[in-house]
């Protein structure tokens, strides 16, 4: 049996808890360590959750001889210096979404990943929960034959405190959407046909309260079967029952209708009606995520979510962008 990797977590936040609660799932497949510029945390995060070391920096974890790989967990404007002298040391790298920051980082990025011929994912989830899993099957299978409309809805009322980072656009890289809201337009763009065009239309924006951001957008979509979709995107509206979001995808043979967190899925079209429930144990996909970055690492092949993937989800937050009025675009574009 193959030593654990061993994984070093650049920052210690919010995130951080996330993964390492999940990573303690897969057994001794994965031992963590912790780095932060406050040492003390990071030893906080050692002892929570059983680390290796810790580290009052992240040069320190990064030239660590024990470490295999580094999880790139702190603001997206600092993910490229990380990301670059993680790879320059000799490490495998997974960098929290949104991965970078403009195009030309995702390829300065791919171009090092390559020079160093190490393994770089990018933390995009989202891909690997299985609701996302579930619909690519059904869509696969022609379950509601032709896709014709493709609806998504994420809104929830989750304003950030004033003190938070993403509150801050030059470190959050933009507004609520480019640093959460490309989760979603992953899943919709994940599901088979291609997104080829994407356009933004964003309301009128709310400055008051601590929550400063431009927190909703809809998005227009044009599908390379000639589908086409919607994204409701929202972090100042209040969501159905408290939380409840339904979506759906809409055939020529029928309609598949999902929650939007993945706890059920309908789908009605060829063959009898069926009521899903793609799964709880692993239901934000961390848990695959990081059995696809240690397979990819220890075999040598490429993971699902590899750079190239991201940098079409990428190509498509441009697109968005460029389709906003000049100041309603985020920091990191103007």
Same mark, same amino acid.
């Not at 001794?28 to 995060?45: I, K, L, N, W």
């Not at 030309?104 to 990943?113: K, Q």
């Given at each position: 049996?193959?030593?654990?990797?061993?994984?070093?977590?650049?920052?210690?936040?919010?995130?951080?808890?996330?993964?390492?609660?999940?990573?303690?799932?897969?057994?001794?497949?994965?031992?963590?360590?912790?780095?932060?510029?406050?040492?003390?945390?990071?030893?906080? %995060?050692? $002892?929570?959750?059983?680390?290796?070391?810790? %580290?009052?920096?992240?040069?320190?974890?990064?030239?660590?001889?024990?470490?295999?790989?580094?999880?790139?967990?702190?603001?997206?404007?600092?993910? /490229?210096?990380?990301?670059?002298?993680?790879?320059?040391?000799? $490490?495998?790298?997974?960098?929290?979404?949104?991965?970078?920051?403009?195009?030309?980082?995702?390829?300065?990025?791919?171009?090092?990943?390559?020079?160093?011929?190490?393994?770089?994912?990018?933390?995009?989830?989202?891909?690997?929960?299985?609701?996302?899993?579930?619909?690519?099957?059904?869509?696969?299978?022609?379950?509601?034959?032709?896709?014709?409309?493709?609806?998504?809805?994420?809104?929830?009322?989750? /304003?950030?405190?004033?003190?938070?980072?993403?509150?801050?656009?030059?470190?959050?890289?933009?507004?609520?959407?480019?640093?959460?809201?490309?989760?979603?337009?992953?899943?919709?763009?994940?599901?088979?046909?291609?997104?080829? =065009?994407?356009?933004?239309?964003?309301?009128?924006?709310? =400055?008051?309260?601590?929550?400063? $951001?431009?927190?909703?957008?809809?998005?227009?979509?044009?599908?390379?079967?000639?589908?086409?979709?919607?994204?409701?995107?929202?972090?100042?509206?209040?969501?159905?029952?408290?939380?409840?979001?339904?979506?759906?995808?809409?055939?020529?043979?029928?309609?598949?209708?999902?929650?939007?967190?993945?706890?059920?899925?309908?789908?009605?079209?060829?063959?009898?009606?069926?009521?899903?429930?793609?799964?709880?144990?692993?239901? =934000?996909?961390?848990?695959?995520? %990081?059995?696809?970055?240690?397979?990819?690492? =220890?075999?040598?092949?490429?993971?699902?979510?590899?750079?190239?993937?991201?940098?079409?989800?990428?190509?498509?937050?441009?697109?968005?962008?460029?389709?906003?009025?000049?100041?309603?675009?985020?920091?990191?574009?103007?």
């Amino acid at each position: 049996m193959p030593a654990p990797l061993h994984v070093a977590f650049l920052g210690c936040g919010f995130i951080t808890r996330v993964h390492s609660d999940h990573l303690r799932r897969l057994g001794d497949a994965v031992t963590c360590s912790y780095a932060s510029r406050d040492s003390a945390r990071a030893e906080a %995060y050692r $002892r929570r959750f059983g680390g290796v070391a810790s %580290y009052g920096d992240y040069r320190r974890a990064i030239d660590d001889p024990r470490v295999d790989a580094v999880v790139v967990a702190v603001p997206p404007r600092l993910h /490229l210096t990380l990301s670059l002298q993680a790879l320059a040391a000799g $490490r495998h790298v997974l960098v929290e979404k949104p991965a970078y920051l403009t195009m030309a980082d995702y390829l300065t990025v791919l171009e090092a990943r390559d020079r160093a011929g190490r393994v770089v994912l990018v933390g995009e989830n989202d891909h690997y929960k299985p609701l996302a899993v579930t619909l690519r099957r059904l869509l696969a299978e022609e379950v509601i034959g032709d896709l014709v409309f493709a609806q998504f809805t994420t809104v929830a009322r989750r /304003l950030k405190r004033g003190d938070d980072w993403r509150n801050d656009e030059h470190l959050a890289g933009g507004d609520a959407f480019f640093e959460e809201g490309i989760h979603w337009l992953h899943l919709a763009g994940s599901l088979g046909p291609t997104i080829s =065009r994407a356009h933004g239309y964003r309301p009128t924006v709310d =400055r008051t309260g601590a929550d400063r $951001r431009a927190k909703s957008l809809m998005v227009a979509l044009q599908y390379d079967n000639e589908a086409v979709g919607a994204l409701f995107y929202s972090r100042e509206i209040p969501s159905l029952l408290g939380g409840l979001r339904l979506s759906n995808l809409s055939g020529r043979d029928g309609i598949i209708t999902f929650e939007s967190n993945g706890a059920f899925v309908l789908a009605r079209g060829r063959g009898w009606p069926r009521l899903l429930m793609p799964g709880v144990r692993d239901i =934000r996909g961390y848990q695959a995520m %990081y059995r696809d970055f240690v397979a990819a690492i =220890r075999t040598g092949s490429s993971p699902a979510m590899r750079l190239e993937r991201a940098i079409e989800d990428q190509r498509l937050m441009d697109q968005i962008h460029a389709s906003l009025a000049p100041a309603a675009r985020p920091a990191a574009v103007r």
